[in-house]
């Protein structure tokens, strides 16, 4: 039998590669991502407000539920975040006379995006989609409730300064990865992985199991920030189930 030296083996794939000649299936294919106890998903707000029917939809929101369903079968550690701010927030239009929903204003933490009354607590709006199944979540992590503050992020507050005390739950636990999906991704899902990162997390958003608002270019402008800060970009079919 004949063996061929790997530099050899290379250089001959290559040029079947260039020849239009099969090479074995999966012969280069990357590993599949397996989590383990060091891990956790995190899923962002998978709420009624942010899908077809709700006060604020992101198109195609409902179509992550089983995406993620699956998903959470492969993870020890799963955390929810929900979305959950008092009446006539700061970050709604209607609180700011003379705005309309998705113009910006100023306040004392930078510029927030100002949205239509959404998510407000105990309402239906607010509640998880009845088709979520995740049975290992063992947190749920509301945000927004601070009436004078955003939050977007499952770490941080928009003001930088308030935390929601999930990095130190999740190093408690010995978590040092972090799987972030949900909705949307170009707002509370990338805030949340950009959080991570500076909390110390190796993180990944995967990208089918979100869906982006994209506001004026936000959702372009949001994976060049998180690539920048390291944060991977995966499919939910890189993750063994």
């Not at 010995?174 to 500076?198: E, I, N, P, S």
């Not at 982006?212 to 270019?217: A, E, S, Y």
Request: aromatic share 8%.
């Amino acid at each position: 039998m004949m063996f061929m030296h790997r530099r050899d083996f290379v250089r001959h794939a290559g040029f079947a590669g260039l020849m239009g000649i099969g090479v074995v299936p999966g012969a280069f294919a990357a590993a599949a991502i397996k989590p383990d106890a060091k891990s956790a998903l995190i899923v962002v707000d998978v709420q009624n407000c942010f899908v077809d029917g709700g006060t604020l939809p992101v198109k195609g929101g409902a179509d992550v539920v089983p995406v993620i369903n699956k998903l959470s079968a492969a993870f020890e550690n799963v955390v929810v975040t929900q979305d959950w701010h008092t009446p006539g927030h700061v970050s709604f239009a209607s609180a700011h006379s003379g705005k309309k929903p998705f113009e910006t204003t100023k306040l004392g933490y930078g510029t927030q995006v100002l949205w239509p009354d959404h998510c407000v607590q105990g309402s239906e709006d607010a509640a998880l989609l009845k088709g979520l199944a995740l049975p290992k979540a063992q947190l749920i992590i509301r945000k927004g409730y601070h009436q004078g503050t955003d939050s977007y992020s499952a770490f941080m507050e928009a003001d930088g300064k308030t935390s929601t005390g999930l990095a130190a739950y999740l190093k408690a636990h010995g978590v040092d990865t972090v799987y972030v999906c949900g909705l949307a991704t170009d707002f509370c899902v990338a805030w949340t992985a950009l959080d991570a990162r500076k909390a110390g997390f190796k993180a990944s958003v995967i990208e089918d199991a979100s869906r982006g608002i994209d506001l004026n270019g936000s959702l372009k402008a949001a994976w060049e920030k998180m690539a920048k800060a390291g944060v991977k970009r995966i499919q939910s079919g890189d993750i063994a189930v």
